[in-house]
């Protein structure tokens, strides 16, 4: 059971933080990461105010920041489960008044999103790039990728399985993005591997890393953004 205290935290010098009991057949890990959940100022904030998720709020303060998302723009959002990215690309690019359009691809059904079309395919299927062109009209202006691999609890393994699932993204977005496009994804702590970062470099005219406030404290993720692709007049 839980129950909800004041904003302020604090009452008679207790914490009125949520606290949950663990129950006797969920892991204490599952308890921990419920407790995490419940108290959350973010994943409360996104239930008030209609997102899918709390992740929604990274790619807010990310674009308030670089500006990066424009009306009229066709957006790829990779492993777009659960929407809360392209809720935020519809929003920026005036989708559902026809100005732009959303791409949202994952491995998983997406519950229907006014200005988003979402698709089952696995991004690294040799024909996705083709068939996002295809389903685009053209090239992609920005391709963003909010993917974590699955961790394993083995950190070297963990890093590797996430630099090269950030690498296979940054293969997809060269693909489709058009001249002066822009690539966002997930990284973890240490940053991007310098190839991967060396080959961004190469790619597009400025490359960095960015924390968002959203992103949790204790939290290793990071994020590598890229913009003004300058590669698709090689293609």
Not at 79 to 108: C, M, N, T, Y
Not at 121 to 134: E, H, I, S
Not at 226 to 234: D, E, N, Y
Request: aromatic share 6%.
């Amino acid at each position: 059971m839980t129950e909800t205290k004041s904003s302020s935290g604090r009452e008679g010098g207790r914490s009125l933080k949520n606290r949950v009991k663990t129950a006797r057949k969920r892991s204490l890990s599952s308890t921990l990461w419920l407790e995490r959940q419940l108290n959350d100022p973010y994943v409360a904030r996104a239930k008030r105010e209609g997102f899918r998720s709390r992740a929604a709020y990274k790619l807010l303060e990310i674009d308030e920041r670089y500006r990066f998302l424009k009306p009229g723009q066709r957006i790829v959002d990779l492993g777009a489960a659960p929407g809360g990215w392209s809720q935020v690309a519809v929003r920026k690019v005036d989708a559902e008044q026809g100005r732009g359009s959303v791409i949202g691809i994952d491995l998983l059904a997406i519950a229907p999103l006014p200005g988003a079309e979402f698709k089952v395919l696995d991004f690294m299927a040799c024909d996705a790039p083709l068939l996002l062109k295809n389903w685009l009209g053209g090239r992609a202006d920005v391709v963003l990728s909010d993917m974590a691999a699955n961790a394993t609890g083995h950190r070297k393994t963990d890093h590797l399985r996430i630099t090269g699932l950030v690498e296979l993204a940054a293969d997809f977005a060269c693909e489709i993005l058009t001249d002066g496009g822009a690539f966002l994804a997930k990284v973890y702590q240490g940053g991007t591997e310098q190839a991967l970062l060396a080959r961004l470099k190469s790619e597009f005219a400025a490359v960095r890393h960015v924390k968002p406030r959203a992103s949790r404290a204790d939290s290793a993720e990071l994020y590598v953004l890229a913009t003004g692709f300058r590669g698709a007049s090689k293609q």
